[in-house]
C-alpha cells in the first residue's frame, strides 16, 4: 500500500508503522516487515460473482473449510507470533457464522482485526453482532457507482446493499475503508467514488490496480493501459491534495502497483516540491512489494501463500504446522527467492534505478502475464527514461 495522504501531504495515517516503520505518534522508527500482515481467507463461498474475484469464489458451500477449533489454533499462532494486523477475507466472510466469535478471539489474544468485506450482508444486526465482537475497522468493496459495480459485481442491487453497510458501518462508529479497483468499467466513476467518500464520511479510500489472479486472469483486456494509468494517479494525488485543502481530510492509499511510488516522486517534484525528500526517505524505507515477507495468506482450507493473490503458490499448510513456523522456514526455496528477488527480476527491473522503491512489483500479475514469476510486470507504467539511472 502507498499512503498517498502521508507521503503528498505529510499527514501521518493509521499503518504508518506497518508501511513506513513510524507511528502517527512520531515514535523512533522500527524494522519493517518483520511480521507479515496476515489476509485470512475464512471462508470461499460468496454471495456475489465479482469479475475480477482472485478466489474465483461461488455461493456454494466449501468442503474443507478450518473449523473454529482449528481457527482459534490459527489465531493464538499468529498472536504468539506478532503479526501487526489481521484481515479477515473471503470469499465474503460475513456468511461465516462463526465470524463475530473468532473477531472477539482475536482480540482478546492481542490481535487487530479488519474485516474486508463487500458490504451486501451489513445491515444493522450484523454490524451490531460484530461491533459487539468489538471490531471497529471494515473494508468495504465498490468497483464503481451504482450502474457499473452492479455489472462489475453480478448482482442487480449490490451497489444499494453496499452502500448500506457502510452506512452501518459508520453509524456504529466503525472507520470505513471504501475498496476500488480500477478498471475501464470503473476508471469514469473515480471522481465520483471520491464524492460518495468525502460525503458519507469514509475514512480511507484504498485505489486498487487489478491483480491478474482467478478470475481477473480474464480481465486482461478491460485493465487500463499506460496512459490510462498515469491519468488515474494524476486524479488521484490531486484530489488528495484538495481533500486536505478543503478539510474533508479523507486518506487515500494505492494499493498492487509498486510503480505508484516513484511516479509519486516523480510527480512531487513539479507539484510539491518541499515534500521530495521525504517523499524518497519514506519509499526506500518501505521497499516496495513485500509479498512473501511483509505480506502473507491463509486460505479457506489452512493453505499458506505468499500474498492474497497467489494460490498456485502454497508454501505449506496450517493443519500441519504452525504459520509461524512455515513462514520461517528457510528451507521452502519459493519464499527464499521471493525474499531475496532482485537478481532474479527481468532486465527493465533489475537495472532500474526505481527497484529499491518498488521491489519488481506485484509478481503475480507477472507471473500470470509472462509465465514466469521473475518476468516483468505489464502494469509498471514508468517509461525508459524515468527508470534510467541518473548520471552522478
Known amino acids: 500500500m502507498l499512503s498517498v495522504t502521508r507521503l503528498l501531504c505529510g499527514s501521518p495515517t493509521p499503518g504508518d508503522d506497518i508501511r513506513y516503520g513510524e507511528s502517527v505518534h512520531g515514535e523512533r522508527p522500527k524494522p519493517i516487515h518483520s511480521r507479515p500482515v496476515v489476509v485470512w481467507n475464512v471462508t470461499r463461498r460468496c454471495n456475489l460473482h465479482c469479475a475480477h474475484c482472485y478466489s474465483t469464489s461461488q455461493d456454494r458451500e466449501y468442503p474443507g473449510e478450518l473449523t473454529g477449533d482449528e481457527a482459534r489454533v490459527v489465531i493464538d499462532d499468529l498472536a504468539g507470533f506478532g503479526i501487526p494486523a489481521l484481515l479477515f477475507s473471503g470469499g465474503e466472510p460475513t456468511v461465516r457464522r462463526d465470524l463475530a466469535d473468532l473477531i ?39 468497483d464503481g457507482l451504482r450502474a457499473s459495480h452492479d455489472k462489475f459485481r453480478g448482482s442487480p442491487g449490490a451497489f444499494d446493499l453496499s452502500l448500506a453497510g457502510i452506512r452501518n458501518s459508520i453509524a456504529a462508529g466503525m472507520r470505513v475503508s471504501l475498496r476500488v479497483t480500477m478498471t475501464k468499467y470503473s476508471l469514469p466513476d473515480l471522481p465520483g467514488l471520491f464524492d460518495l467518500a468525502e460525503a458519507e464520511g469514509v475514512g480511507r479510500l484504498c485505489v486498487y490496480h487489478l491483480a491478474y489472479a482467478g478470475r481477473g486472469r480474464q480481465l486482461l483486456r478491460f485493465d487500463l493501459d499506460a496512459e490510462e494509468r498515469r491519468r488515474a494517479l494524476d486524479f488521484i494525488f490531486r484530489r488528495t491534495l484538495q481533500s486536505q485543502i ?94 531475496n528477488r532482485q537478481s532474479l527480476l527481468a532486465q527493465r527491473c533489475h537495472d532500474c534505478r526505481w527497484l529499491p522503491m518498488c521491489n519488481g512489483n506485484l509478481r503475480v500479475r507477472a507471473e500470470t502475464a509472462t509465465g514466469n514469476p521473475w518476468g516483468l510486470d505489464p502494469a509498471c507504467y514508468l517509461t525508459a527514461d524515468e527508470i534510467q539511472r541518473e548520471v552522478a
Open 246 to 339: 478543503t478539510g474533508k481530510n479523507l486518506e487515500v492509499l494505492t494499493v498492487d502497483n509498486h510503480a505508484d511510488g516513484p511516479y509519486l516522486l516523480l510527480w512531487s517534484r513539479q507539484h510539491a516540491p518541499d515534500r521530495t525528500v521525504e517523499i524518497e526517505r519514506l519509499l526506500r524505507r518501505n521497499g516496495g512489494n513485500s509479498a512473501g515477507k511483509g505480506i502473507a495468506c491463509i486460505d479457506n482450507v489452512g493453505e499458506v501463500h505468499p500474498d492474497q493473490f497467489w494460490w498456485n503458490r502454497k508454501l505449506g499448510n496450517v493443519r500441519d504446522r504452525p504459520f509461524s513456523q512455515i513462514w520461517t522456514d528457510d528451507g521452502i526455496q519459493f519464499l527464499s527467492d521471493l525474499r
Open 104 to 142: 472477539a478471539y482475536s482480540i482478546k489474544a492481542g490481535l487487530k482485526p479488519v474485516v474486508s468485506t463487500n458490504g451486501t450482508l451489513l445491515d444493522r444486526a450484523r454490524v451490531h453482532d460484530l461491533s459487539l465482537a468489538g471490531l471497529n475497522r471494515v473494508g468495504i468493496s465498490l
